[in-house]
Every structure is written in structure tokens, then in C-alpha cells.
């Protein structure tokens, strides 16, 4: 594996493609034969194991915390999931997605959920689709995405007023998906429309929230519902913009700056094998993108403006650095190291609030961490907002502090301690069209407005949370709007 420092901070894998050797390490808790060890344990504050389902629905965030604060490897027992295994060290990380990778799999919801897109697929098929993603996802590429990431904030940032109570999450998810759209989808959500496919993307969610994730699969919630119906609004999206991409297919695919062209010109030309590239597949990618690719960012956003909202010495020092910009930002400033301070902002909103908080696999064999066993079949989850929150590695670990982030502090952090993308090959691929649009979003609003926090503190401290898929705001928390 290489490694290197990512760039806003932590370490990231660079083992993008899957094709770089990984060197196996034989894990210490691999030496003993795992199905001689003991299951592990529930956590004795949480009742009796029936009653788990309802702490996970009420509250997942406290639950997981709960489980982490006796043992870093645990078990809840979900009605819908049987027992889940929690794990919360970062060694158990880099097993699960670098060192012992093929001892796990991800879990059918996602497949149930998003079909054969990027974020499902194993094996062969993940190759081939992320190789073949991979073009609009690269540097250059992403580089090239960052006037429309500006134009697209700016855009909506225009229609702010003074002393405006803005709804920021729901604003954010409105920006978030206006650029996704704008950059790789190769179409300009209207301003003040496209509902539908707004709220379809909203809807995408339904399918994690905790209330109904907790049963079964056939249980036909109003949140399963809500999902099918905005699946099925995307997938009809999808159709219109296939066709729009085969009316004129792009002579030299590699040149493609959306995702749907560089798909149909794959197709089209024969560099890749068109039975990999069916309507039904390219539907299932961007069903997938626009899952992937809007809500992680939008809490990111949310989370960073709140923090800053609450936080007035950083924000002096924010607005300084933004202040000094030569005119709206851009790639290059934020290459050139002049948005260091936003950059730090970011990495630290990622820590404390990972938009992923928990990331699920399957367990293929029967695997033991610390002396536990996770049995042959069995639904694991890495919990990557607790070990991000361990004071095992990070001084104050509840406390919103950037500057914790000197390069000696990366250098000497555990490489799967800050994993906010995940790692190993399947590390996120939008990570750096991530990073770029939150650092260009932040400094166009921080350039003009001030954002003031109007709602309570949550219980966790800080705002309150409602975590589903991502670990999200409440809905409906309130920001004064002001003129700088
Ligand atoms: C702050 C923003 C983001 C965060 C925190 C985030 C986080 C993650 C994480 C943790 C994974 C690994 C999932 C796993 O191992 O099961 C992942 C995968 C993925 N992400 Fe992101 N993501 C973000 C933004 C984006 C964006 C902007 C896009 C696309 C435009 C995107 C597309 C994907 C895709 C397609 C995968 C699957 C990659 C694969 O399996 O090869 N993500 N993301």
C-alpha cells in the first residue's frame, strides 16, 4: 500500500484501482483459530437485548458510543439484523479494508437498494466499473470542475438576504445537489425547481433510516416506500439524460467531462464491453453518484458552518484567510496552500462529524478481533465515529479544534484513526471532488456572510443530530443570515 497525507490532513490509502499489491499482514488475532473464541459481549448498560432495537432506533450515535465505552469490540442485536458486531479501533479498520479486505464483503442492503452500481459491486465487476469511473474523479479532472462548484454556490448564495433565517441543511442539500449536477451530471438543476428530482434524491435515504432498517426486509415501511418512489423518479432522470448522451456521443470517450457521456461513449465506441454497460447499469451508476455524492457532502457543509457559527476564533481566522483572496477561489488557491486554514476546517468538521459514520460489511469467514469472533456470515460494522472520537488518539476528542492538525500530528496519527473516506481500495472515489467543493463552498460563503446558529444544543453537545445513513443535523435547525 502506499500511503500519504491526504489533503485536508489524516492519511488516506492512494490504492485507488485495487491493482496495487497489498502487502497481507498476518493480524495478531488471526493466530489463534477464531472459532474457538468467545462471541462478544453486549453491552451490559443497554438492558436486555430485545430492547436494543428501540436504543438503535431512538438514538445510534449514543448506542454505538454506549457499546465503545466497555469494549472496542461488541454486539447489538437488531430485530431486523439479528446480532450486528460493532468495531471500534482503528486496527480493526485497516483489517477490514486493507489487510484482510477479501474476508469481507458488503452487506445486500446496498445491492437491494442501488442495484449494480460502484458502491455494490465486488470482485471483477467493482474493477472494471471503478477503472471505468475513475476518469471523472482523477485531479485533473476534479480541478477541472471548480469554476462550476464556484459558479453553482455563488448562483445560489446571490438569493441570501440580511438578517434571513436560512434552513441549512436543507439549503445545503439544494447546493450540494446543483453542483453534483452541474459537474458530473452534465445538467443545470433550475434554481428555484427541479423539485422532483430534488426531493427523489432525498428520498434515496429512506431506505437507512434507523426505524426501518431495524426490521425486516419484507416489512413494507412508509420509508421503503418513500424510497422505491424516489428511485423511480431518478431511474426515469437517468433515461433522459441517456438518451440526451447517445443523441451525440462523444467521439474520443476519454474526453468526456459527465457521466453519462463518458458511459454511452464508452459504449459506443466498443473500448469497453457493452454487455457491462447496459441502460440498466448505467441507470443503477447514477442512482448511485447522486446516493453517494450529495448527502455526505451537505452534512459535511452543514456541520462546517455550524462549526464556525460556534466558534468565533476560528471563524476570525477563516474570514482572514478568505478576506485575502485575490477574488472568488479557486483550484488554485486551495493548491497553492491558501486556503490552509478552510482546509483545516474541513478535516476537522470530518473528524467530529463523519458523514459516514458507520460502514457496514459482511464477515466471509469466521474472524476473531481481540479475542472475539465475528461468525462466518455474520453483519459487522467498522464505527468510524467513535474511533475518530477516541481519546486514545486525539487530545479533547469531543472538542472542535482545527489547529489540532500540525503535520507532526498527521504524521504520527494511526492511519485508519481519521478515515472519514474509508480506505484500502475501496476508499471513496469522490473524495477529492468532496474535499474540493467543501473548501470552494466554504470560502464563497465565508467571503460574504456571517452564519449565526439559532437552534439548542443537541444531546451529544454541539447541534442535535439525526443520524440515518448519514450522520446528519436535525432537520429544521435555524442560521441567521448575515451581510459581512
Ligand atoms: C464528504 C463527502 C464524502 C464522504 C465523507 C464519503 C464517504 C465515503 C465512504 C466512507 C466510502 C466507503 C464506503 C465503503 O467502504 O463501504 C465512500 C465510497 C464511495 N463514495 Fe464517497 N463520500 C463523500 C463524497 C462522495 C462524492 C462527492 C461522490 C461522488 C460524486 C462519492 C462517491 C462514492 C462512491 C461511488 C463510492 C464507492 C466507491 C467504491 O466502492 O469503489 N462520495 N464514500
Not at 446571490?158 to 450540494?176: C, F, I, K, P, V
Not at 461513449?265 to 448511485?288: H, N, P
Not at 487530545?395 to 484500502?424: C, I, K, M, N, V
Request: with cysteine; hydrophobic share 35%; proline share 7%.
Amino acid at each position: 500500500m502506499s500511503s500519504e497525507t491526504g489533503p485536508t490532513g489524516g492519511r488516506v490509502d492512494t490504492v485507488d484501482d485495487g491493482a496495487t499489491d497489498v502487502a497481507e499482514e498476518t493480524a495478531d488475532a488471526t493466530a489463534a483459530d477464531p472459532t474457538t473464541q468467545p462471541l462478544p459481549p453486549y453491552p451490559s448498560t443497554l438492558d436486555h437485548r430485545l430492547v436494543h432495537s428501540l436504543h438503535y432506533m431512538r438514538d445510534p450515535v449514543r448506542l454505538l458510543e454506549r457499546g465503545a465505552s466497555e469494549s472496542d469490540v461488541f454486539r447489538v442485536h437488531l430485530a431486523g439484523v439479528g446480532d450486528w458486531y460493532q468495531l471500534c479501533h482503528p486496527d480493526h479498520s485497516k483489517r477490514v479494508f486493507l489487510t484482510e479486505r477479501d474476508r469481507f464483503r458488503k452487506s445486500d442492503d446496498f445491492g437491494i437498494a442501488f442495484g449494480d452500481g460502484l458502491l455494490t459491486v465486488e470482485g471483477e465487476q467493482w474493477r472494471d466499473q471503478r477503472g471505468t469511473l475513475q476518469p471523472l474523479f482523477v485531479r485533473e479532472s476534479v480541478q477541472g470542475y471548480a469554476d462550476t462548484m464556484v459558479e453553482q454556490v455563488q448562483r445560489r448564495v446571490d438569493g441570501w438576504q440580511d438578517g434571513q433565517r436560512l434552513d441549512l441543511q436543507s439549503e445545503m442539500t439544494d447546493m450540494t445537489l446543483d453542483v453534483l449536477f452541474a459537474a458530473i451530471l452534465g445538467r443545470e438543476l433550475e434554481l428555484n425547481g427541479d423539485e422532483q428530482v430534488r426531493r427523489a434524491a432525498e428520498r434515496l435515504h429512506d431506505w437507512f433510516v434507523p426505524t426501518s432498517y431495524a426490521l425486516p426486509d419484507w416489512v413494507p415501511t412508509p420509508a421503503r416506500r418513500r424510497f422505491a418512489e424516489g428511485k423511480e423518479t431518478l431511474q426515469r432522470e437517468a433515461d433522459r439524460l441517456l438518451a440526451e448522451a447517445a443523441e451525440d456521443p462523444p467521439s474520443d470517450p476519454t474526453e468526456a467531462d459527465d457521466l453519462m457521456s463518458l458511459l454511452v461513449g464508452l459504449r459506443e465506441s466498443g473500448l469497453v464491453d457493452s454487455g457491462m454497460l447496459t441502460d440498466d447499469d448505467l441507470r443503477d451508476q447514477m442512482v448511485t453518484i447522486i446516493f453517494a455524492g450529495h448527502d455526505t457532502t451537505t452534512t459535511s457543509l452543514t456541520f462546517a458552518l455550524w462549526a464556525l457559527a460556534e466558534h468565533p476564533e476560528v471563524r476570525e481566522r477563516f474570514q482572514a484567510e478568505v478576506d485575502d483572496l485575490d477574488g472568488p477561489p479557486t483550484a488554485a488557491d486551495v493548491e497553492a496552500g491558501r486556503l490552509s486554514v478552510t482546509d483545516r476546517v474541513v478535516t476537522e468538521t470530518l473528524r467530529l462529524f463523519p458523514p459516514v459514520y458507520a460502514l457496514p460489511r459482511v464477515a466471509d469467514d469466521d474472524v476473531a478481533f481481540d479475542g472475539y469472533r465475528v461468525p462466518e456470515g455474520e453483519r459487522l460494522n467498522v464505527a468510524l465515529h467513535v474511533i475518530q472520537r477516541d481519546d486514545r488518539y486525539f487530545d479533547r476528542p469531543h472538542t472542535f479544534d482545527p489547529s489540532r492538525w500540525t503535520p507532526e500530528f498527521r504524521q504520527q496519527l494511526h492511519d485508519f484513526a481519521y478515515a472519514p473516506f474509508g480506505g484500502g481500495p475501496r476508499i471513496c472515489i469522490g473524495r477529492q471532488f468532496a474535499l474540493l467543493e467543501a473548501k470552494l463552498a466554504l470560502a464563497t460563503i465565508g467571503r460574504e456572510y456571517d452564519l449565526y446558529y439559532l437552534g439548542e444544543e443537541g444531546r451529544h453537545g454541539g447541534p442535535p443530530l439525526s443520524p440515518e445513513m448519514t450522520l446528519r443535523m436535525e432537520p429544521g435547525q435555524e442560521f441567521l443570515v448575515t451581510e459581512r
